[in-house]
């Protein structure tokens, strides 16, 4: 790609030369790299499109990394990168992968944070400010919230607390009227209203908390943001600039359809037809489920704290669901007391989350929903071991909720226990049931599973054996199935296979009676050791004879590290496991 004004910019400084002709030239360039780039690596297209000018205008006016730019979720960072000294990732095919997706702090003095969950970036720049204040420094704080980032509690906390910090504080509200999906929530109206009527309408939102409030009708027009941006600059109180823009901005697709170019995979933007049918998966099995009990009770209700499309939630089925399906904004504390509160006045909530973000649950999953015993079904999806970014790993919800009281923590391993699990859990009234849905190929026996799961902590000897028992949960059954095999070819050994289904508990009976033949046990989950389901085993082992091996994820936060190279250095191959079990012996 041939560049003109891009090649004289290597650093935020050398913007200031330009003309307002050039940036806007320079925002074409940027928009056509991040196009590129992002078709061939996969990643978040329609929140960077959406904020290239913006950014250029940021770092026109602010002299950054001495005035400090938080970027909320970090999703919208790459015109960012590409103008502090990164552009070389997203020129250079070769060197694509070199830069995370979101900011850096090892990468750049210009990244504050490594930040890759949302809502936070008031909260960050109130700290940096109050930081600021108590050295006597002078610098500019400034942070950028958009995408929805607004339903999030901490957005509401850290916004309340800004307003009064009583120095500079400047934050930017990229309004660009969506989130991953739609928007939802009061606030959002307000935002309407606001755009409607250019920023002057009395009611509002932040001048009501006590903000200066500046609004900028067109977020792509760079020398009215740079005009505003200027106004603002080393101002001596908190300050909130609300800016309208297009989420997917000079790419039509992505400005027609926001929400499916939010996120896009490898090689989108070249296919030239209509997918075909996609195959059944455990989002369109859960969908599914949902729309079929929800005829049959009119109580059933399907929630999703903004991220649908994680757990299959079509537009199909929301607009079919009605009133039976709620987006609660990017709230997931929300999300978990709002389901409590449903069940405990006799609906029967069925609430959806990704892994990683049930990281951000907890107090609610702790006193909001297990302290009160409510039985509302929580569905964990994507939790598993994986390359992703350190932002955004989903294998830490075992050891998460697997030690709160009254939570049934269940895995299922294939798609008729999932169904079992999903039919129990709806209709009884006893526990809080989370389901950690499994990941990967849908896996189907074809028989109904009649397990009843009202009788807890019952684990399912597979295949009986001695010697060796193993116990694979949830995703990491089939890897069970493998190891029990090379246990066989290898050392001659019929290992004794077993499925848990149960993570919250341990099957004290079962477990006991391995005892009599057997000499290792060996837990397989797909997630961290530390404080997790292995470690149960071996402590009910712990004053025996019996050894325990346990295999998982150390405790770490990897980052885009390729899956089977993970695999390698957690020793979770059925080479290396078996490996470990010789030695053992």
């Known amino acids: 790609m041939t560049l003109n004004i891009l090649d004289k910019v290597n650093k935020p400084e050398d913007l200031k030369s330009l003309s307002i002709a050039e940036m806007n030239l320079l925002a074409e360039e940027i928009r056509k790299l991040i196009l590129t780039k992002v078709n061939a690596t996969g990643g978040h297209l329609g929140p960077n499109l959406g904020i290239v000018e913006a950014t250029i205008a940021l770092h026109y006016v602010f002299s950054s990394p001495a005035d400090k730019i938080v970027f909320d979720v970090s999703h919208q960072c790459y015109p960012h990168k590409i103008l502090t000294g990164r552009k070389e990732g997203f020129t250079n095919p070769e ?37 600021r204040d108590l050295r006597g420094g002078k610098e500019n704080v400034i942070a950028l919230i958009g995408d929805g980032s607004l339903s999030g509690g901490e957005a509401f906390e850290g916004l309340d607390n800004a307003a009064v910090l009583g120095s500079n504080i400047i934050i930017i509200v990229n309004d660009n009227d969506m989130s991953i999906a739609k928007n939802h929530g009061g606030l959002y109206n307000n935002l309407k209203i606001l755009r409607d009527t250019n920023g002057k309408a009395e009611c509002n939102f932040f001048k009501s908390l006590g903000f200066e409030y500046h609004y900028i009708d067109d977020g792509h027009d760079i020398q009215k943001l740079i005009k505003t941006f200027e106004a603002v600059k080393d101002i001596n109180h908190p300050v909130l600039i609300h800016m309208h823009t297009i989420k997917g901005k000079g790419f039509e697709a992505a400005e027609l359809d926001k929400e499916h170019y939010h996120w896009i995979v490898p090689g989108e933007l070249d296919k030239k037809e209509e997918k075909a049918a996609a195959a059944e998966d455990y989002g369109s099995i859960t969908i599914d489920y949902i729309e079929k009990k929800y005829r049959q009770d009119s109580s059933v209700i399907a929630i999703s704290p903004a991220t649908p499309a994680v757990s299959g939630f079509t537009n199909e089925f929301r607009n079919k669901a009605g009133i039976h399906y709620t987006d609660v904004g990017i709230a997931e504390e929300h999300a978990v007391a709002f389901a409590s509160g449903i069940a405990k006045n006799g609906g029967k909530p069925v ?226 496991i078996v490996e470990d079990t010789k030695a053992c012996l």
Not at 510 to 520: D, G, M, P, Q, Y
Request: aromatic letters at 10%; glycine letters at 8%; a negative charge.
């Open 95 to 131: 060197k694509y992968l070199k830069y995370t997706g979101y900011t850096a702090p090892e990468e750049s003095p210009h990244d504050l944070f490594k930040v890759g969950h949302t809502s936070t970036s008031v909260s960050l720049a109130a700290g940096l400010a109050k930081g």
């Open 351 to 576: 609430l959806a989350v990704m892994s990683s973000f049930i990281q951000r649950t907890y107090d609610q999953l702790s006193q909001d929903l297990a302290l009160n015993n409510n039985p509302a079904t929580i569905l964990v999806f994507w939790g598993s071991i994986s390359g992703a970014d350190a932002t955004h790993l989903t294998m830490f919800d075992i050891p998460l909720i697997c030690n709160i009281p009254n939570i049934v923590y269940l895995a299922p391993t294939t798609k008729e226990e999932y169904l079992r699990m999903l039919d129990w859990s709806v209709v009884q009234n006893s526990y809080p049931v989370v389901i950690r849905v499994p990941c990967g190929e849908v896996i189907s026996t074809g028989i109904a599973d009649a397990t009843d799961y009202s009788i807890l902590n019952k684990y399912k000897t597979e295949e009986q054996g001695s010697d060796v028992a193993i116990l694979g949960l949830g995703n990491f059954f089939n890897l069970g199935k493998k190891v029990k095999k090379a246990l066989a070819d290898k050392l001659g050994i019929n290992a004794t296979l077993i499925n848990p289904r149960f993570i919250t508990g341990i099957d004290e009976e079962l477990l006991a009676s391995l005892k009599t033949n057997h000499r290792v046990v060996i837990t397989l989950e797909d997630g961290i050791l530390d404080g997790g389901f292995g470690e149960k085993i071996a402590r009910f082992y712990g004053n025996s004879d019996m050894k325990v091996l346990n295999f998982g994820a150390k405790k770490e936060f990897p980052d885009r590290v390729p899956l089977e190279e993970l695999y390698e250095r957690y020793h979770l191959t059925p080479e290396l």
